[in-house]
């Protein structure tokens, strides 16, 4: 499975982005589809993901001002943010997961399937 970020670049704060994710595969043929960022010194955080049934969920960071789709016929997962913000400033990475957990005495185990990452895309908030 391959992903490919797209649409970072240099925005003013208070502006609006969209990247993009091409998949090589059906998007809803993952449980989940999702947008992370790592910033500078920073651990890799979730930013939305989206289930293969529509659900959506949002860091709070980003609640209100952002959201995750998909398209199947493009096979394409988008992020769409708005009122950025200098601390918005990050790489930007598409994940998709496929894994299936089961439960062992209340503890998830890994059974099949992957995590997939695609390369990161570069959004930089400018003040």
């Known amino acids: 499975v391959q992903l490919q970020a797209f649409g970072g670049g240099l925005v003013q704060a208070g502006g609006f982005l969209r990247l993009s994710c091409e998949v090589s595969?059906?998007?809803?043929?993952?449980?989940?589809m999702g947008w992370y960022r790592q910033a500078p010194g920073k651990q890799r955080e979730l930013v939305a993901t989206?289930?293969?049934?529509?659900?959506?969920s949002y860091a709070d960071s980003v609640k209100g001002r952002s959201t995750i789709s998909g398209d199947n016929a493009k096979n394409t997962v988008y992020l769409q943010m708005s009122s950025l913000k200098p601390e918005d400033t990050a790489v930007y990475y598409c994940?998709?997961?496929?894994?299936?957990?089961?439960?062992?005495?209340?503890?998830?185990?890994?059974?099949?399937?992957?995590?997939?990452w695609g390369k990161g895309t570069l959004v930089t908030v400018s003040r």
């Open positions: 595969r059906d998007i809803f043929s993952f449980n989940t």
């Open positions: 994940n998709a997961d496929d894994r299936v957990f089961l439960d062992y005495e209340g503890t998830p185990v890994e059974y099949s399937g992957m995590n997939y």
């Open positions: 989206i289930s293969s049934g529509g659900t959506t």
